[in-house]
């Protein structure tokens, strides 16, 4: 059986023909991966793995991480890597009659945004307790899927740019993964400012 399904690949890469490769992993063994993945506790490597990789698909360091900018544009400092908005940090003059007709401006390292809901900045991320160092799994979850400060269900929303309505999405999974993977970074002491409504814009 195997001899023949090499064969046929060899006659169908012979005559440019696209086939969907076969593996010998079955459904149950596929279900067993996952399962183990949500099982697994917070330190396991597997499940930081995954996190690690979601967290750098996903673009986590646009927002939530400081920059440089050099040669190639704007390059990652890796000390502060999830740090969010510096929080001695400076932002470029707004001219608040534009963002009050509707424009969006980011600033020069991405960490914080203003808009028609005022100004917002990256928020620390990494393991220290000025991120999320203290905070449960369920915190985690409960901020990415309801778009709430800290995870906690009496504060305010999450503001934009985050787009904590697309990652809601993510199945728990892959939400404990990327909280596994946070817990593992560098601690950085850093408290961004807090946001400010439209209305204190000059």
Request: charge should be neutral; proline fraction near 9%.
């Amino acid at each position: 059986m195997f001899r023949s399904i090499r064969i046929t690949i060899a006659i169908a890469a012979v005559a440019g023909v696209t086939i969907v490769a076969c593996t010998n992993t079955t459904a149950s063994e596929k279900t067993a991966t996952s399962s183990e993945i949500a099982a697994a506790p917070l330190d396991s490597s597997a499940l930081v793995k995954r996190g690690d990789y979601l967290v750098n698909a996903m673009g986590c360091d646009d927002c939530h991480s400081p920059k440089t900018f050099g040669p190639q544009g704007p390059q990652l400092i890796q000390e502060l890597r999830f740090s969010g908005f510096p929080q001695d940090g400076k932002l470029p003059p707004i001219d608040a009659e534009q963002v009050k007709k509707g424009w969006t401006l980011m600033s020069p390292d991405l960490t914080s945004a203003v808009g028609p809901w005022g100004v917002s900045y990256g928020a620390n991320i990494t393991s220290d307790e000025t991120g999320i160092g203290n905070w449960t799994e369920e915190q985690f979850l409960n901020a990415i899927k309801k778009g709430k400060y800290k995870g906690l269900d009496n504060s305010r929303p999450l503001l934009p740019p985050m787009p904590w309505f697309v990652y809601k999405n993510l199945n728990d999974e892959d939400l404990r993964a990327i909280f596994a993977y946070l817990k593992t970074t560098k601690p950085v002491k850093n408290v961004p400012p807090s946001p400010k409504p439209i209305s204190e814009l000059n």
